[in-house]
């Protein structure tokens, strides 16, 4: 008798194939999460250093929004500084903030996701506090550049905390309800955005610094909600969509952004200098494109974090990780 009559040498037990696992389960959430938040702070350290501390920079930001004379302010000329300035002076009302934070703790309660919400308008705070934090520490030295001064104003405060609000509704809104507020709320940061250069109130450095401290706050603050323990990832469920859906929404978007360039760009170039309107077009395509890769990021992920670890939340009866 032979042994391989008797023993299956070298050959594994004949069974079903198993599928490849997907590249969202090989690398968690969480640390795609991580890595974006490192790419988001690299991104801000080097638009800080670029044009704040380098000739080029301050030059470029002056070039942008040129001074209004030699010596003045950095008011722009142009009718639309009072609508900018109306909207400024209404996003920057503490009633407004405060009602929008208590709507995001509202979802939050609603869809049991009160963790997911605290931690939203843990954000905006800690948004506001970095940007004023970091105005006051770093120096804007004077390289004599004829267009710019030594006043640091990197980062915008408002631009961040109107980017964090934005994304705290991210961590307590389902994954469809996400991608519809995407577009007008990219749309609604960028007119704030927009509005604090116009006023002279930032440039546009201060401007990208602003969002990307918004979305590098934010893929901190979902990195940690997605390792806690109860978190669920359900692309391909309910959130995930159908292939008609996202087509629509596709359809959508597109149909926003030609309406944009159709009318909202040549309305622009007829009111502002050629500067403000590369300064606006590019705060405006910078913003949509950071919140849109951040929405991608978590598209489906559904930020359900226990109170505790008996709540009817942790358990594996209702929570299930289907990855896709």
Request: net charge positive; with cysteine.
């Amino acid at each position: 008798m032979s042994i391989g009559s008797l023993y299956s040498v070298g050959r594994s037990t004949p069974g079903p194939a198993r599928p490849l696992p997907h590249a969202r389960a090989v690398v968690p959430l969480g640390l795609r999460l991580l890595a974006a938040a490192l790419c988001g702070l690299f991104a801000l350290a080097l638009t800080g250093a670029v044009f704040v501390r380098t000739d080029s920079g301050q030059w470029l930001d002056g070039v942008l929004l040129p001074r209004a004379e030699r010596g003045g302010g950095y008011e722009q000329q142009t009718v639309l500084v009072d609508p900018a300035k109306s909207v400024l002076a209404t996003f920057g009302d503490p009633t407004l903030i405060a009602v929008l934070l208590g709507v995001v703790l509202l979802v939050g309660v609603l869809r049991r996701r009160l963790v997911a919400g605290v931690v939203g308008v843990g954000m905006v705070v800690c948004a506001v506090l970095v940007a004023s934090a970091v105005k006051s520490a770093l120096p804007r030295p004077d390289l004599q550049i004829e267009s710019s001064t030594t006043h640091n104003s990197f980062p915008s405060g408002h631009v961040a905390a109107a980017t964090a609000l934005l994304l705290a509704f991210m961590l307590v809104l389902p994954g469809w309800a996400r991608r519809w507020l995407a577009v007008p709320g990219a749309a609604g940061v960028s007119v704030i955005a927009s509005a604090t250069m116009i006023a002279g109130w930032h440039r546009f450095s201060d401007v990208l610094g602003g969002v990307l401290l918004g979305v590098t706050v934010f893929c901190l603050a979902a990195a940690a909600l997605a390792a806690w323990p109860g978190d669920r990832d359900a692309a391909g469920g309910a959130d995930g969509g159908s292939l008609w859906r996202r087509l629509a929404e596709t359809a959508v978007g597109l149909v926003v952004l030609v309406w944009a360039l159709v009318v909202v760009v040549p309305g622009l170039a007829a009111s502002v200098q050629r500067g403000l309107l590369v300064a606006i077009v590019a705060a405006a395509a910078s913003t949509m494109f950071l919140v849109g890769a951040v929405v991608f990021l978590v598209r489906s992920t559904d930020f359900a974090v226990p109170l505790s670890p008996q709540s009817p939340e942790s358990s594996p009866s209702t929570e299930t990780r289907n990855i896709s």
